[in-house]
T-cell receptor, first 111, second 115 residues
Framework: TQLLEQSPQFLSIQEGENLTVYCNSS?????LQWYRQEPGEGPVLLVT?????EVKKLKRLTFQFGDARKDSSLHITAAQPGDTGLYLC???????????FGPGTRLSVLP | GAGVSQSPRYKVAKRGQDVALRCDPI?????LFWYQQALGQGPEFLTY????????KSGLPSDRFFAERPEGSVSTLKIQRTQQEDSAVYLC?????????????FGPGTRLTVT
C-alpha cells in the first residue's frame, strides 16, 4: 500500500503548456518535499514545505501544501523541455528522518 | 564544491555473493540516509545515520543488509548473500541538518544487478 500517491503517473505535454501534478496521502506529514530526478541521477531537492496551506514559488514552479498537511500540488507554468523528468514527493512523519516517497510523476515536455 | 559520490556506479553480482556499496557524503554533513529505488518506483528508506550513530534502521529489508559509518563520514551498505529481489538502485543522501526538515543531497546511486 502506497503511503503517498501521485497523479498522474505519466504526463506528456507541449512546450508552453501549464500543468499540475498531485501528491496525496491519508497520513499527516510534518514536512513535505518535492524532488526532480533525471535518468541515471539522484533526486534533486526543489522545495520543502512545512506549514499547512503554505505556498512557495520557484520561478515557474508553484508548490502548495494542503491545509491538513496530507497533500500537496506542484504547478508548472509555461513548461519547457528542461522540465522533463520524474517528479517525486516525499513526506516526513512525526518530525523524524524516515522519509516516505511517492512513486513519482514522469513528465515529458515536447518542443 | 563536491557533491555526494557513490561507488561503484554499477555492480553485477551473482546470486549468493556479498556486495559493498560506498557513499562519500558532502564534507561536514552530519546526517546520512540510504534508500533503495526499484525500477519505476520512488526511493524507499533503508537507514539513517547521525554522525557515526545509526539512529534508524527500520527500513532494512532483512538481516542480510548491514550499514555502517564508523567515523561519521564515509558510509558502506553491505548486502550479504544477494538475491535477485535485491536488484535496484541504491541511493545515498546527506544533509547538513540533524533535525527535520532535512535538506537531502543525493548521490547518483549504485545500480545493483543480481543475476
Amino acid at each position: 500500500t502506497q503511503l503517498l500517491e501521485q497523479s498522474p503517473q505519466f504526463l506528456s505535454i507541449q512546450e508552453g503548456e501549464n500543468l499540475t501534478v498531485y501528491c496525496n496521502s491519508s497520513s499527516v506529514f510534518s514536512s513535505l518535499q518535492w524532488y526532480r530526478q533525471e535518468p541515471g541521477e539522484g533526486p534533486v531537492l526543489l522545495v520543502t514545505v512545512v506549514t499547512g496551506g503554505e505556498v512557495k514559488k520557484l520561478k515557474r514552479l508553484t508548490f502548495q501544501f494542503g491545509d491538513a498537511r496530507k497533500d500537496s500540488s506542484l504547478h508548472i507554468t509555461a513548461a519547457q523541455p528542461g522540465d522533463t523528468g520524474l517528479y517525486l514527493c516525499a513526506g516526513a512523519r512525526n518530525y523524524g528522518q524516515n522519509f516516505v516517497f511517492g512513486p513519482g510523476t514522469r513528465l515529458s515536455v515536447l518542443p | 564544491g563536491a557533491g555526494v559520490s557513490q561507488s561503484p556506479r554499477y555492480k553485477v553480482a551473482k546470486r549468493g555473493q556479498d556486495v559493498a556499496l560506498r557513499c562519500d557524503p558532502i564534507s561536514g554533513h552530519v546526517s546520512l540516509f540510504w534508500y533503495q529505488q526499484a525500477l519505476g518506483q520512488g526511493p524507499e528508506f533503508l537507514t539513517y545515520f547521525q554522525n557515526e550513530a545509526q539512529l534508524d534502521k527500520s527500513g532494512l529489508p532483512s538481516d542480510r543488509f548491514f550499514a555502517e559509518r564508523p567515523e561519521g563520514s564515509v558510509s558502506t551498505l553491505k548486502i550479504q548473500r544477494t538475491q535477485q529481489e535485491d536488484s535496484a538502485v541504491y541511493l545515498c543522501a546527506s544533509s547538513p541538518k540533524r533535525t527535520n526538515p532535512y535538506e537531502q543531497y543525493f548521490g547518483p546511486g549504485t545500480r545493483l544487478t543480481v543475476t
